[in-house]
């Protein structure tokens, strides 16, 4: 993110009542990704592939092509009125460092670190030593079948004929492998966090920022890549069919300038936790009056605490929150000695921004009369916090002196998805529910966000 001159909830904390946010009890936020899967690919019909099936990786991977093949063999007609015919090409394992490599393959580079499917030869390929091993151990045994999904969509498309800018295909072929995810919920039974974990796969998997949607090697940032599998999650396969170039808009942000390409998009830390309280009081001054024709109260001064010496939020100690917003004082308080810095650090300034403003979605929802304790409402929070960022998006705010830096909406998924404490998803939802609510924001604004 970068500050145009200078630059940039998880509770709410009233009296009578505590909630945490990212790490109750002084604990700090860890990345869900690095905790192990609870998972297990259940039996499907037998597969034969080049490499060894007795391989841990290569198990999970025989039962998800045996799962794949079997919904498109129903599916595909409903879409494209012909009959679905399965990969015949082979599936091979590869271990790029001794080989043998896939027809498609020229060289141990094409595979090492991949996974695809060629048309040419109508195969898919994976790298079983490297790529498929640190997926499993970073985001769970799910991340596994929904990469598989994924080369399943371009399948898909080489049978559809379907036509597009690699962009385009590789965002509906995630739209493909998130609606299988729906599917398997009666076969793989991931649990809702396995389906949180493979997101943050997605994010892993990203462009990287500042790369241009039409270069013809582009997949899609972060949020374009989560957005679409959560499309096919939700809507199911015709939704991603429909795909087209333009269609969904894949977000493309230049860096702003030099110095923001240097610091990788990166405003520092003072200048976030400093700025952003300012730029959110603008745009709640400028949102309220248009949306429900009442002023703006602005809140009391941001507290940046020390854990070690965390003041009260009415008769309630905060000792052990990293951030939350307070009913009875009516401000925004953090942790600014050790939680926050280390979210900038791991996630990035926009990770931090978004946080802080998911606590004045809280705020300004308060002030309508809602229960800041619902987890219904801490959804509505992470919508208004999407509508703030589309607000900076799109210059509309005269006063506003920030614009968004290439990453900075894959900054903000990952926020809401991976840094989270204990008991988080009872207060606030799933991480994926979180992502949605949120890019709700980002496309519609913050009108549907008072009633999500």
């Not at 400093?274 to 949306?291: C, H, I």
């Not at 929802?365 to 219904?376: A, E």
Request: hydrophobic residues 35%; proline residues 8%.
């Amino acid at each position: 993110m970068r500050i145009n001159g200078a630059l940039w909830r998880i509770t709410a904390l009233a009296s009578s009542w505590v909630l945490a946010v990212a790490g109750c009890g002084g604990s700090h936020p860890k990345p869900q990704a690095e905790q192990p899967s609870s998972s297990s690919a259940p039996a499907s019909p037998p597969v034969e592939i080049h490499g060894d099936a007795s391989d841990p990786v290569n198990a999970i991977v025989i039962k998800a092509i045996g799962d794949i093949q079997s919904y498109w063999q129903t599916e595909f007609p409903k879409l494209y009125q012909k009959d679905y015919k399965p990969v015949t090409g082979g599936f091979y394992a590869v271990h790029p460092s001794s080989g043998p490599l896939p027809p498609c393959a020229q060289a141990a580079q094409d595979i090492a670190g991949n996974a695809f499917y060629c048309a040419k030869s109508d195969d898919v390929a994976w790298d079983v030593e490297g790529l498929l091993p640190s997926l499993r151990k970073r985001f769970g045994d799910f991340v596994i079948p929904v990469v598989l999904a994924h080369e399943w969509g371009h399948a898909i498309q080489a049978r559809a004929n379907f036509q597009g800018e690699t962009v385009t295909k590789e965002i509906q072929a995630d739209c493909f492998s998130g609606a299988w995810a729906a599917h398997s919920a009666d076969t793989f039974k991931p649990s809702p966090t396995d389906i949180d974990r493979a997101l943050a796969g997605f994010l892993f998997l990203r462009d990287e920022p500042g790369s241009a949607k039409h270069d013809p090697s582009a997949h899609g940032s972060g949020f374009d890549r989560v957005n679409s599998f959560r499309t096919g999650y939700d809507k199911g396969p015709q939704a991603c069919a429909d795909y087209r170039n333009g269609n969904p808009v894949v977000v493309e942000l230049p860096f702003n300038n030099e110095a923001d390409a240097a610091a990788g998009g990166n405003a520092p830390y003072d200048s976030i936790v400093d700025g952003v309280p300012e730029d959110l009081e603008d745009y709640y001054s400028t949102l309220f009056p248009e949306l429900i024709g009442k002023p703006w109260t602005p809140l009391q001064p941001v507290r940046k605490l020390d854990p070690n010496n965390p003041p009260n939020c009415g008769d309630t100690p905060t000792k052990g929150y990293v951030l939350f917003y307070c009913v009875p004082e009516d401000y925004v308080g953090f942790d600014n000695v050790e939680a926050m810095p280390e979210i900038y650090d791991q996630g990035g300034d926009f990770a931090v921004s978004t946080l802080i403003a998911t606590q004045y979605g809280l705020a300004a929802l308060t002030r309508l009369g809602q229960d800041s304790g619902s987890k219904q409402v801490s959804l509505r929070a992470d919508c208004l916090a999407g509508s703030w960022a589309a607000s900076i998006l799109l210059h509309n705010r005269p006063e506003s002196r920030y614009s968004l830096s290439p990453g900075d909406l894959d900054k903000a998924v990952a926020a809401l998805l991976i840094f989270r404490g204990d008991g988080d998803v009872a207060r606030q939802g799933q991480g994926a529910d979180r992502i949605d609510a949120y890019r709700r924001g980002v496309y519609d604004g913050a009108k549907p966000c008072l009633t999500l």
